[in-house]
């Protein structure tokens, strides 16, 4: 059976050259980067260049690089770092930040900007959030369930003018701006100083680096509180022996997504025109939720009128096709995602939605199959619906549906709806019996 993996945004498997040269350091240079002795000042000067590495790909300074354990820790490290130190400030997120900017946020006291029906934040809310007591804005790079794509830049702006209008008024609170890269890296430009940024997060695993790897890039003029503290390690703001080999992985990897970023964002926008494709040629009722315009090249997400999403994942599972009902992060929880939520999405919507997230192996031919098994589970599933597109089609459809079965009638243009379930006898379906979905 063919295996296709489309869950690139939950992990991606570690590059056999990052796992190279991560090898080494498991064995002969196990050293302790902190000892005096030649070998382990070797292993120190690897981390060093390691530090170098991704200092150059962020556009930052070396000594501006905290090597942390992924993409949590860096998101805690710099909402807490900042707010520990304000008690009576406030900071504002986007309302679809991944779980580790949310968490720590709702610690303190917290706004949020809402986004539009396509996930991208509203950037005139977002400027009168940001009060006279704001010292931290975090807003994610790339949202993980639905690829959207922020404007930083544009939000670096605002941010700028509301330091200056603050320098005017003589206030002595600063103002930073995090973002979390976790989902960009791979198909972003990520140079933190043309951004605009103040701190960003950058995890490993996402970029077929190891897992628990990560780092946040921290400007020089952002003072944090340290989290775990300990022997000093990380210029004092991230205690612990440092992990060699995850750091000198990260390296590797960060260069090898880089340097190739360009080329690897053609071959999968034109891998997601074609999946967007036949889906809409398959299995028309479906919805894109997400900008289709600032989106991750790698990113599908769609809504399946009248289907469980929990369900088509097992039977595609059962096809080896691996993909996810949202973060894989929230994957266990049993509350509807915050995101699907803030795009307007109702509960019955985020239960039929579906997320592909594509990578390295994706082709051509994965996804021409990953697509028909996707519409074949949709259309053979006990109790799915059928999709017909024109009345007469919703009238014929009683001979094909078996007892219990539910039709979806829909047009491009039309909203679609659900046909009441066909009873054996009866004189088929019709619109007027349908409930809007
Ligand atoms: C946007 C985003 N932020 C943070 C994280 C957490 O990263 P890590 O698993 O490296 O802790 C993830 C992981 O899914 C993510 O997608």
Same mark, same amino acid.
């Given at each position: 059976?063919?295996?296709?993996?489309?869950?690139?945004?939950?992990?991606?498997?570690?590059?056999?050259?990052?796992?190279?040269?991560?090898?080494?350091?498991?064995?002969?240079?196990?050293?302790?980067?902190?000892?005096?002795?030649?070998?382990?000042?070797?292993?120190?000067?690897?981390?060093?260049?390691?530090?170098?590495?991704?200092?150059?790909?962020?556009?930052?300074?070396?000594?501006?690089?905290?090597?942390?354990?992924?993409?949590?820790?860096?998101?805690?490290?710099?909402?807490?770092?900042?707010?520990?130190?304000?008690?009576?400030?406030?900071?504002?997120?986007?309302?679809?930040?991944?779980?580790?900017?949310?968490?720590?946020?709702?610690?303190?006291?917290?706004?949020?900007?809402?986004?539009?029906?396509?996930?991208?934040?509203?950037?005139?809310?977002?400027?009168?959030?940001?009060?006279?007591?704001?010292?931290?804005?975090?807003?994610?790079?790339?949202?993980?369930?639905?690829?959207?794509?922020?404007?930083?830049?544009?939000?670096?702006?605002?941010?700028?003018?509301?330091?200056?209008?603050?320098?005017?008024?003589?206030?002595?609170?600063?103002?930073?701006?995090?973002?979390?890269?976790?989902?960009?890296?791979?198909?972003?430009?990520?140079?933190?100083?043309?951004?605009?940024?103040?701190?960003?997060?950058?995890?490993?695993?996402?970029?077929?680096?190891?897992?628990?790897?990560?780092? @946040?890039? #921290?400007?020089?003029?952002?003072?944090? !509180?340290?989290?775990? $503290?300990?022997? /000093?390690?990380?210029?004092?703001? %991230? =205690?612990?022996?440092?992990?060699?080999?995850?750091?000198?992985?990260?390296?590797?990897?960060?260069?090898?997504?880089?340097?190739?970023?360009?080329?690897?964002?053609?071959?999968?926008?034109?891998?997601?025109?074609?999946?967007?494709?036949?889906?809409?040629?398959?299995?028309?009722?479906?919805?894109?939720?997400?900008?289709?315009?600032?989106?991750?090249?790698?990113?599908?997400?769609?809504?399946?009128?009248?289907?469980?999403?929990?369900?088509?994942?097992?039977?595609?599972?059962?096809?080896?096709?691996?993909?996810?009902?949202?973060?894989?992060?929230?994957?266990?929880?049993?509350?509807?995602?915050?995101?699907?939520?803030? @795009?307007? #999405?109702?509960?019955?919507?985020?239960? !039929?939605?579906?997320? $592909?997230?594509? /990578?390295?192996?994706?082709?051509? %031919? =994965?996804?021409?199959?990953?697509?028909?098994?996707?519409?074949?589970?949709?259309?053979?599933?006990?109790?799915?619906?059928?999709?017909?597109?024109?009345?007469?089609?919703?009238?014929?459809?009683?001979?094909?549906?078996?007892?219990?079965?539910?039709?979806?009638?829909?047009?491009?243009?039309?909203?679609?709806?659900?046909?009441?379930?066909?009873?054996?006898?009866?004189?088929?379906?019709?619109?007027?019996?349908?409930?809007?979905?």
């Amino acid at each position: 059976m063919m295996k296709i993996y489309l869950d690139y945004a939950a992990a991606t498997p570690v590059d056999p050259e990052v796992l190279r040269a991560m090898q080494p350091y498991f064995s002969e240079k196990f050293y302790n980067p902190s000892a005096l002795y030649l070998d382990a000042r070797a292993t120190a000067k690897d981390v060093q260049d390691a530090r170098a590495k991704i200092a150059k790909q962020l556009g930052v300074r070396p000594s501006e690089i905290i090597f942390t354990a992924g993409g949590t820790e860096s998101d805690n490290l710099a909402i807490r770092g900042v707010m520990e130190q304000f008690p009576n400030a406030n900071l504002v997120i986007s309302a679809i930040e991944h779980e580790a900017v949310l968490k720590p946020a709702h610690l303190y006291n917290y706004k949020e900007a809402p986004v539009n029906s396509d996930g991208v934040v509203d950037l005139k809310v977002l400027e009168k959030l940001i009060d006279s007591k704001t010292v931290l804005v975090s807003i994610m790079y790339a949202n993980n369930e639905i690829g959207t794509i922020q404007p930083l830049r544009e939000i670096a702006q605002i941010i700028k003018s509301k330091i200056e209008s603050r320098k005017l008024a003589k206030s002595a609170l600063p103002l930073f701006f995090h973002t979390d890269a976790c989902q960009a890296t791979n198909y972003l430009h990520v140079q933190a100083n043309k951004l605009g940024v103040d701190m960003m997060t950058v995890s490993a695993s996402k970029i077929y680096g190891p897992k628990q790897m990560g780092g @946040l890039y #921290l400007n020089a003029r952002v003072k944090l !509180s340290p989290q775990i $503290l300990g022997g /000093g390690q990380e210029h004092g703001m %991230r =205690s612990g022996t440092e992990n060699v080999a995850g750091i000198v992985g990260f390296a590797t990897a960060l260069d090898i997504v880089q340097n190739n970023r360009l080329k690897e964002v053609a071959r999968m926008r034109r891998l997601q025109e074609l999946a967007l494709d036949l889906i809409r040629q398959k299995i028309p009722a479906a919805t894109i939720n997400g900008s289709s315009k600032h989106r991750l090249p790698n990113n599908i997400h769609i809504t399946i009128p009248g289907q469980d999403n929990e369900r088509l994942i097992m039977l595609l599972d059962e096809k080896g096709i691996q993909c996810a009902a949202g973060s894989a992060c929230s994957a266990s929880n049993e509350e509807p995602s915050h995101v699907l939520s803030a @795009l307007g #999405l109702t509960d019955k919507a985020t239960q !039929s939605s579906l997320r $592909l997230t594509m /990578g390295r192996d994706t082709d051509e %031919r =994965s996804i021409r199959y990953a697509i028909e098994e996707l519409a074949l589970a949709v259309y053979t599933t006990f109790d799915s619906p059928k999709i017909v597109h024109s009345q007469s089609e919703l009238s014929r459809a009683k001979t094909v549906l078996s007892e219990g079965e539910v039709a979806i009638a829909t047009s491009r243009e039309e909203k679609p709806f659900v046909a009441d379930r066909i009873r054996s006898g009866d004189g088929g379906v019709s619109g007027k019996s349908s409930k809007e979905l």
